[in-house]
């Protein structure tokens, strides 16, 4: 089995699939990050079987560490350029984020059936790509952030790094008027046994997989 972790809060939701890939056990990849990628495709396309959405189609963003944000439907790219966030209401499409010390942030209107996922390390919280995601769900969905659920998963953590932006992701959901706010709190400089860390491990590292589904 690939270690996938999931989130009581998006667990609630059946009509969603969630999951957060972490660390492959025993797997070398001490390796830049399109290598590293590549070694991992194949665990990660395990881990999408393994969760009921291997047979989907699979959207990612090119995540340059900005604040764009575009809207997933049947015409999309497998991975779209220039943006750190994909929204959706198309039953059946897997968004993908890959992360290693960011933050990955889940979003969904459960009336409207829209999610989001949105990839915010600490430029993207300081260009504010997470408000900027809750305000395209409101813009092209009729999302009300007032109804949305918001989960950040694990990341850097002070004092192994100098910005607590998981901190900053949370004020900023519910600056924007989201008031269901979840973080688990975990650091993944702190544990190698579960995750990859690009602070820790010097820039040569995996990356986990966040995945998001409306079925």
Same mark, same amino acid.
Request: hydrophobic share 40%.
């Given at each position: 089995m690939?270690?996938?972790e ?19 056990? =025993?797997?070398? +990849?001490?390796?830049?990050r399109?290598q590293a990628?590549?070694?991992? %495709?194949d665990f990660? #396309?395990?881990?999408? /079987? ?8 699979f ?7 900005g604040?764009?944000v ?16 994909l929204?959706t ?8 984020i ?25 430029? =993207?919280t300081? +260009? ?10 409101r %813009?092209i969905?009729? #999302?009300?952030?007032? /109804?949305?659920l ?6 850097i ?7 607590d ?8 959901c ?11 709190g975990?650091n993944?400089a ?18 986990m ?5 409306g079925?």
């Amino acid at each position: 089995m690939i270690p996938v972790e999931t989130f009581p809060a998006l667990s609630r939701l059946p009509w969603l699939r969630h999951g957060f890939v972490g660390r492959i056990p =025993g797997l070398d +990849l001490h390796l830049e990050r399109d290598q590293a990628l590549d070694r991992l %495709a194949d665990f990660h #396309a395990q881990a999408r /079987r393994e969760l009921g959405v291997g047979g989907d189609p699979f959207f990612t963003a090119e995540q340059i560490h900005g604040a764009g944000v575009t809207v997933v439907d049947a015409h999309s790219p497998a991975c779209s350029s220039g943006v750190d966030a994909l929204v959706t209401d198309r039953p059946g499409a897997c968004l993908g984020i890959y992360v290693a010390d960011c933050a990955a942030v889940f979003l969904v209107d459960p009336v409207r059936r829209c999610i989001g996922l949105a990839h915010s390390g600490k430029k =993207g919280t300081e +260009l504010g790509v997470v408000p900027a995601t809750i305000e395209k769900m409101r %813009a092209i969905f009729g #999302a009300d952030p007032s /109804r949305m659920l918001a989960q950040i998963s694990p990341c850097i953590r002070p004092p192994e790094y100098e910005t607590d932006f998981a901190a900053e992701i949370a004020r900023q959901c519910r600056a924007a008027g989201v008031t269901e706010v979840h973080d688990g709190g975990a650091n993944t400089a702190t544990d190698l046994q579960r995750y990859y860390s690009y602070r820790a491990e010097s820039g040569k590292t995996g990356r986990m997989l966040a995945l998001f589904e409306g079925v």
